[in-house]
């Protein structure tokens, strides 16, 4: 988990009772959103090992983080951890084009699309050659923004409109879209309202933590 305060509701990656089985959390001290977002915590590589192995050694199967952008570190703390880490929803991404019908695409709902780069894309799997991805990202200075980096009070209503007026311009956009990724671990208790008015399929990080929990032996 990222070192943050603002709320966490049912949906969130950071609130159990998201999940149909057993979690545990381990907070890396220093990781703040920001950072993160903009690639600057690389110096935290180190910690976020220790968290994973802490995690580890209390009976944790697999591992998942709570920011999608974490993505470009994904080989470098997989290599390190001593079980499956899944870094971000983006790593679906090569299942879900390979799944679409033809002429259909994915769009990517971030928390900030000017920092996605064409770099996060390829660490998660997507090939060279393939187009990037079209992408809408959370406005600056928005709902959402305020909440993870200013710790304002959790205004679901308020949060929602804007999520789904970012949807709303995204389809407009980009007509041929055949579903919906949302790479920011925050957006999932919108997943089924996204899902609902716009007719698409919406994969988030608890699809990506289902299916990866789904592989891990019994205890």
């Known amino acids: 988990m990222l070192d943050t305060g603002f709320e966490r509701p049912v949906g969130d990656v950071g609130n159990a009772g998201s999940w149909p089985f057993p979690v545990l959390y381990r907070t890396v001290?220093?990781?703040?959103?920001?950072?993160?977002?903009?690639?600057?915590?690389?110096?935290?590589?180190?910690?976020?090992?220790e968290a994973g192995e802490d995690l580890i050694r209390q009976g944790a199967g697999a591992l998942l983080t709570s920011c999608g952008?974490?993505?470009?570190?994904?080989?470098?703390?997989?290599?390190?951890?001593?079980?499956?880490?899944?870094?971000?929803?983006?790593l679906q991404l090569p299942q879900i084009a390979a799944m679409l019908p033809a002429g259909r695409r994915i769009g990517v709902v971030t928390y900030d699309a000017a920092s996605l780069t064409p770099a996060h894309f390829r660490e998660a799997g997507l090939a060279e050659t393939a187009p990037s991805p079209p992408v809408a990202g959370l406005p600056r200075g928005g709902a959402f923004h305020r909440l993870i980096e200013k710790n304002e009070p959790y205004d679901r209503p308020g949060l929602e409109a804007e999520l789904m007026a970012v949807m709303e311009e995204l389809l407009r956009r980009e007509p041929a879209i055949g579903a919906i990724l949302l790479e920011c671990t925050n957006l999932p208790p919108f997943t089924a309202s996204i899902?609902?008015?716009?007719?698409?399929?919406?994969?988030?990080?608890?699809?990506?933590?289902?299916?990866?929990?789904?592989?891990?032996?019994?205890?």
């Open 69 to 90: 952008f974490l993505v470009l570190r994904q080989r470098r703390l997989a290599a390190r951890l001593s079980r499956p880490l899944a870094t971000s929803s983006l």
């Open 29 to 49: 001290s220093g990781a703040l959103p920001r950072d993160v977002v903009d690639g600057r915590e690389g110096g935290l590589t180190d910690a976020f090992v």
């Open 195 to 219: 899902a609902a008015r716009f007719g698409l399929p919406v994969f988030d990080v608890l699809t990506l933590g289902r299916w990866l929990h789904a592989g891990i032996p019994a205890a």
